[in-house]
């Protein structure tokens, strides 16, 4: 009887750290993907030209912008994470997101300066791409390190779960918006009040990070070795390249599958299919609702089997469905919702318990920096291009060629995961 006593006070406070860093990650993600569903809305803002995809183009390309500088952000917050502690990092990125999202919330358009509002907006996305970088280091980390061990999967669930809320809180808005004063409103102002909404929540997110307790893990190493260089950090990734190249090699594909159905295909169904832009942007809400509820079932899955046959499971189901799936996004809401929700589904297979795979491959020492470092980089090349690639072949009439690389990328990712170790049950020391 003392023993559960003194158990529940230590579960209690877990669950409120957990609860805290959703929330945090939560308001984080609303703000990267308020762009994405919102581009085809504030394209014409930045952007003056006769043929409308021209100007989405130009602002997609701006959004692969913002993921040049997640590598930098990861190497960065990772690297504070790393040295300073994971709640450290966690509430300087966020920060640094707020900022960059009341930018573009407050932005002059190409009416009021000329070529000078693109070049505004494409400093506000490397800002936040830069803080993105950071959150994906730290926060994986956190959440893998606080978690039980054998229920490391089912936690590490809570990251796409908040991940997703962000991103469903975005598109509610979007929906909402253009149901209540429509389209035309939200291209002509309505577009910023998502951007200034998610930098004013920043400071709500900020009491809450200020409040997380640092991992037992990291405390641990500091006392070991209180203090580290920023050499020591590197050649602490060159002695784990081997699980470098195996993040690298798992993230390619998933980058571009999950900034494909996750957050740019309503958007792309809008533009180039004739979407009705409510619908779409409702059959993005539903569709990620099922996806967050979905995730749990993986991650307790994974914890009884093991993380290789739950990533395995994703990427044979990809390599069936993908093609498939991809034919199906037309000017139907219904059918979009659908195919959505089974991309969804199976990619929620990787992404739910990718925070422990990848955290469990590390040690204490250079675990945020070696999650964050080559993810950011993946999503980088892969991710953030994913919507203008999309758009772009789809101009040209040849959109099948972006399911054929989004098939080469998920066979790498799969060869990746049979050649790398189970983890599941690890100690994070």
């Known amino acids: 009887m003392t023993e559960t006593v003194r158990a529940t006070p230590e579960k209690q406070s877990k669950f409120r750290t957990l609860l805290g860093a959703g929330v945090g990650n939560t308001l984080e993600w609303y703000d990267w993907s308020v762009y994405a569903i919102f581009a085809p809305f504030f394209a014409s803002q930045f952007f003056v030209s006769d043929n409308p995809t021209s100007a989405l183009l130009s602002t997609l390309a701006i959004f692969a912008a913002g993921f040049l500088m997640r590598p930098i952000g990861g190497f960065l917050f990772g690297w ?52 993105h970088g950071g959150e994906i280091a730290a926060s994986y980390t956190y959440i893998a390190e606080i978690a039980p061990r054998a229920r490391r999967g089912l936690w590490s669930t809570s990251v796409y779960v908040s991940v997703t809320a ?33 930098g004013l929540l920043a400071v709500a997110g900020l009491y809450i990070r200020r409040t997380l307790q640092e991992t037992e893990a990291f405390e641990n190493e500091r006392a070991d070795t209180p203090r580290r260089t920023t050499g020591d950090l590197l050649r602490g990734l060159s002695r784990n390249k081997r699980s470098i190249a195996r993040v690298l090699g798992m993230s390619a594909g998933v980058t571009v599958v999950y ?15 004739g979407l009705d832009a409510t ?21 307790r899955l994974s914890d009884r089997v093991g993380r290789k046959p739950i990533f395995i499971t994703y990427g044979v189901a990809m390599l069936v ?47 945020a920096s070696g ?20 758009t772009w072949l789809n101009s040209h009439d040849i959109s099948w060629i972006f399911s054929l690389y989004m098939v080469v990328l998920v066979v790498i990712g799969l060869v990746t995961t049979l050649l790398t170790p189970e983890t599941r049950g690890v100690d994070l020391r």
């Open 321 to 367: 469905l993908t093609f498939p799936l991809m034919a199906l996004v037309g000017n139907s809401a219904v059918v979009l919702t659908l195919a959505m929700m089974v991309a969804l589904f199976f990619l929620g297979a990787f992404v739910g318990i990718m925070p422990a795979y990848f955290a469990e491959l590390f040690p204490t020492d250079v675990r």
């Open 279 to 299: 619908h779409g942007l409702w059959a993005s809400v539903i569709a990620n609702v099922f996806f967050m509820a979905s995730l749990p079932f993986w991650g």
């Open 371 to 390: 999650v964050g470092v080559p993810y950011s980089l993946m999503v980088a090349l892969f991710g953030g291009t994913a919507p203008y690639v999309l």
């Open 166 to 198: 962000g991103i469903v809180l975005a598109s509610l808005i979007g929906a909402g918006a253009s149901s209540a004063i429509g389209p035309d409103a939200l291209k002509d102002w309505a577009w910023r009040v998502p951007f200034i909404v998610g």
């Open 80 to 131: 504070l994470a790393d040295r300073h502690g994971r709640r450290f990092s966690l509430t300087t990125s966020m920060m640094t997101m707020a900022a960059g999202s009341l930018l573009i919330g407050v932005a002059p358009t190409h009416q009021s300066i000329g070529v000078w509002a693109g070049l505004v907006l494409l400093v506000a996305r490397l800002v936040q791409g830069l803080a």
């Open 259 to 273: 900034y494909t159905w996750a957050v740019g295909i309503p958007g792309f169904a809008i533009a180039n299919r």
